[in-house]
Each structure stands twice: as structure tokens, then as C-alpha cells.
């Protein structure tokens, strides 16, 4: 009898140790897994960030020459803008000149006909005075 309840409290000793290192095989297994997945994690995390850091990198570039080229646009609107109104006094001072130039040449004719009103005048008088 005394036999029978130490075989049997071998057996559960054993049965229990057996038990226990399934239970410490499946978690060592399970740490191995996480492990790796956390290897893998940190990783892409790694690999994220380079990216990341890339991405921003590369946006700050974009953003320079964004503002380059704004400023260049700015300075040639303001260029081509300042040439605008220097074209437009231009043709304005064109104009006026031509208004002058207009007015006299408007005078030199008045002036030709006058002349002419004045030599065909003085050309009737003569052949007036040659008859007589």
C-alpha cells in the first residue's frame, strides 16, 4: 500500500515535471517568436524612420525651390511689371510728341496754302497789270 502511494506520487511527480516543461517549451517557443517579431518590428521601425527621415529631407528640399522659384516669378512680375509702365510712358510721351509733330504739320500746310493763296494772288495782279 505504501508502495502503491509512492509509485503513484511518482507518477504525479513525474506527470506534473512533464507537464511543466511542455508549459516552459510552448513559452520558450512563444518568447522565440516574439523575439523575432520584435527583431522584425524595430527593423521597420528603423527602416521607417530613414524613411521618414528622407521623405522629410526631400521636402525641405521641394520647399526651397518652391521658394526660389517664387521669388524668381516675384522678381521678373515686378521686372516685367516696372517695364510696363516705362513701355506705357513711353507711348505716351510718343503720343504727345506725335500730337505736336500733327499740329505742326498742320501749321506748315496752312502755312503752304497761305503762300500759295498769296503767289497765285500775286500772280493774277501781274498778269492783271500786264494786260492793262
Not at 50 to 68: C, G, N
Not at 72 to 83: F, M, N, R, T, V
Amino acid at each position: 500500500n505504501d508502495e502503491h502511494i509512492a509509485l503513484r506520487y511518482r507518477e504525479l511527480k513525474e506527470s506534473s515535471a512533464r507537464r511543466l516543461a511542455e508549459e516552459i517549451a510552448t513559452r520558450e517557443a512563444m518568447l522565440v517568436t516574439l523575439r523575432t517579431q520584435l527583431q522584425q518590428m524595430q527593423s521597420e521601425r528603423e527602416t521607417a524612420v530613414v524613411r521618414i527621415q528622407t521623405l522629410e529631407k526631400e521636402l525641405a528640399e521641394l520647399r526651397a525651390r518652391m521658394s526660389t522659384i517664387t521669388e524668381d516669378h516675384e522678381y521678373k512680375l515686378q521686372s516685367i511689371s516696372a517695364q510696363l509702365v516705362l513701355a506705357q510712358r513711353a507711348r505716351e510721351s510718343l503720343e504727345a510728341e506725335l500730337r505736336t509733330v500733327r499740329a505742326q504739320h498742320d501749321e506748315a500746310l496752312a502755312e503752304i496754302r497761305a503762300l500759295q493763296a498769296a503767289a497765285s494772288a500775286e500772280h493774277s495782279r501781274a498778269l492783271t497789270d500786264m494786260d492793262l
